[in-house]
């Protein structure tokens, strides 16, 4: 069998790196002084090791909600006798001064720091620590990194104080005695979001051998200065810097340069035009380029070749081939290439819509290809336009199709997780997410894959409680199947769902999907999920829900949910039984019927409850008074919904009557005629009724067959088994003989307190069940059988 979309297993390295992660007690560690967290002597970690450790870490921190962050984790790597780290990613506010201290010691080859918020001035000092080493080093959106904390001066006392350091940093007064003096093993650099106030030429001065430069979001007082790397310079990077004559004449003179980005955000921004000189300047000058990017700049009219003119030509056997070589392009700059781009970004231009692009990898938004390329390209560092393309993917994969799945998938999956506090993000990503595991596209993708899916999804639950974002997390979670492909995460989804349902006025929308969720969730599960769930509030939650609607008096499908979701949580649940009515669940059943006599569906959910309620002998009592038995009985009339609410009033009735008549302490309505009552009830019901209940345990029928106290109670019990043997006998056959119950059924002939039609009804369902062994086919005409509703 072909492996389905994203089946791929993790590796051995990665499995046993996140079960280490997860015990370190366990494995590596010991609890040393003050419950510090200490490495074991033993134990000796080559960088390979140590790396994964430390970068796993930091996503395990970032996407994984069950995951416990240890306080002094980076202390593991301070001796790098015992550790040795190389190469590390750190991100977003989580990193402290304290965490770059306590590896400052180690000889870093690449450390990467992306939106560091937290670090101030006191990081910069254990930079200079790996100034002998540093070959790659990123400080992206890392705005307070050059500040001082408190107004201390970079060579601060290390015993800072503890709240100093817990505080996120903030701007104060500018750290002025830091530069690059000594990096001279650094290559690579980027200074993306650098703040105003520092002086990138200065900065950058003493570094003699850079061959990649990233000043994105960067204010140039001057550009004359990165002429000092022309020679070296292979990548440079100048998103969101303001182009400018004298800018573009530097550019040229980097000879060197086999990537160079100038793009911008958005044309809206841009003053600068983008002319066919430009462009052929740089083609012309740079002829090393293999990658260029001039998203969102205004273009000029003259830079194409006019749509006549592309007509006349002939594409050749190899379309792709004549597409993108250069003497065919319609961009008249790029004819002048020797070769095509590998890379071309075109994003939020004009330019991405013309015929033939001289490239083999397009970002722009003409297309699927050109879409998920520019999704991918700026995840990581441009958020902005990331989340305009993820948009874009969004309206391909509900108007459109998406064909590169898995590839689609994947990327909006890596955006979620990488910009988990981003709510742009987050709100596109999840809408995408909705339309890409729908039916449509649902067999192509793994377990694997869609276990990802709910993960970034709950994640989204989790950081925002924006209106927006939980619609759309909930929508998406729809498109599984539940409870099964939500089990792995059962608790997490459950008290995500609750917490949505908490506030008192919740929106509407969000409100009906999330208690859909819920009944869905505690329907088809076992005892113990039940219990778990009822112990994070859920029937309280239900019924606060009930109350508001009662209120309103309104019964919409919130309401009718809801009921339902208590009905399945009840469920051979004595626990949560005993909570319903704790919580006035029976007063809130009263106000229900007295305020909306004509609900069918809501008067079948609230019937099974009870008769899940009716079920435990300790709590019968609760249901034995006047006015709850008359109200019972009273709705064996009632033709609501087939046989549904008849029947299960009948059932709450058969389970008090079992308890016999001297518990029976009321004096209206008189135990007799109540009895009476059910036996005509039972009597005008049709045996073949289809019926929209499962049971997944006859157990509770059962109990009620070998016994002469009530007659009518074993009369209903045994009426309930022909009907679901003679309906369903492929699902039901098989669980009666499972459980016992052809010896009970024999046991309900030989009584001679058993009326003579619950004796004929015994025989009969014996029957059925001995043919069904003999010919175990289905006989329902091949209709599909919809147990809507677990008992």
Known sequence: MAAKAGDNPDSLMTLATIFCLRNLRKTMCYQGFRNKLCLRSDIFLPSEICDKLVNTY?????TDSNFEPEESFFQLFSDPCSTRLTRVQLREDFVRDRDLEAIQKQDLIELHLTYCNSLSSRSLKSLISFRETLVSLCLFGCNHIFYRKGGAPLACNEDTEDEEEESPASRQALETDF?????????????GGLPDEVDAETLLKPLKSLTSLDLSNVQLLGTAFLTQWKDRLASLVLYNVDMSEELVSTIVEMVNLRHLDISRESRRTSKFKMSRKILTAIVQRLVNLVSLDISGHIMLDNCTVPHIEEAMGRPSHDFLSFSIEPCKSSIYPFQELKRPLQFLGLYDTTLCNV??????????????????????????????????????????????????????LQLVIAALKCHKYDKSI?????????????????????????REVIQVVLNGMEQYQEVTVQRNCCLTLCNFSIPEELEFQYSRVNQLLLKILEPARQDESIQRIAVHLCNALVCQVDNHHKEAVGKMGFVKTMLNLIQKKLQDRTCDQVMEFSWSALWNITDETPDNCQMFLNCRGMSLFLECLQEFPDKQELHRNMLGLLGNVAEVKALRPQLLTPQFITVFSNLLDSKADGIEVSYNACGVLSHIMFDGPAVWSMEDPRRDSVMDKMMDAIQSWDVSSRRNINYRSFEPILRLLPQSIAPVSQHWA????????????????????????????????????????????????????????????ETNNGQEVNFGQRR
């Open 718 to 777: 045994t009426w309930a088994l022909y009907n679901l043997v003679s309906v369903y006998p492929s699902k039901y056959c098989p669980l009666l003989i499972k459980e016992g119950g052809i010896s009970l059924l024999e046991k309900v002939l030989e009584l001679e307190s058993s009326h003579p039609e619950t004796k004929d009804m015994a025989s009969k369902v014996m029957e059925a069940c001995e043919t069904f062994k003999e010919d175990p086919m």
């Open 426 to 450: 987050q709100v596109t990503g999840s809408a995408a997410l909705f339309y890409l595991t729908n039916t449509e596209y649902r067999s192509d993708q793994s377990v694997r894959l869609r």
């Open 355 to 408: 015929t033939h692009i001289p490239a083999y990898k397009v970002t722009g938004s003409k297309n699927e290809e050109q879409v998920l390329n520019a999704i991918e390209a700026y995840t990581e560092f441009r958020p902005e336009l990331a989340h305009r393309a993820i948009n874009q993917l969004f309206d391909i994969a509900r108007i459109q199709h998406c064909s590169q799945l898995l590839r689609a």
């Open 58 to 62: 930091m996503e395990l921190v970032h």
């Open 179 to 191: 530069n690059f003096q000594g990096f001279n093993r650094l290559r690579l650099l980027n200074l």
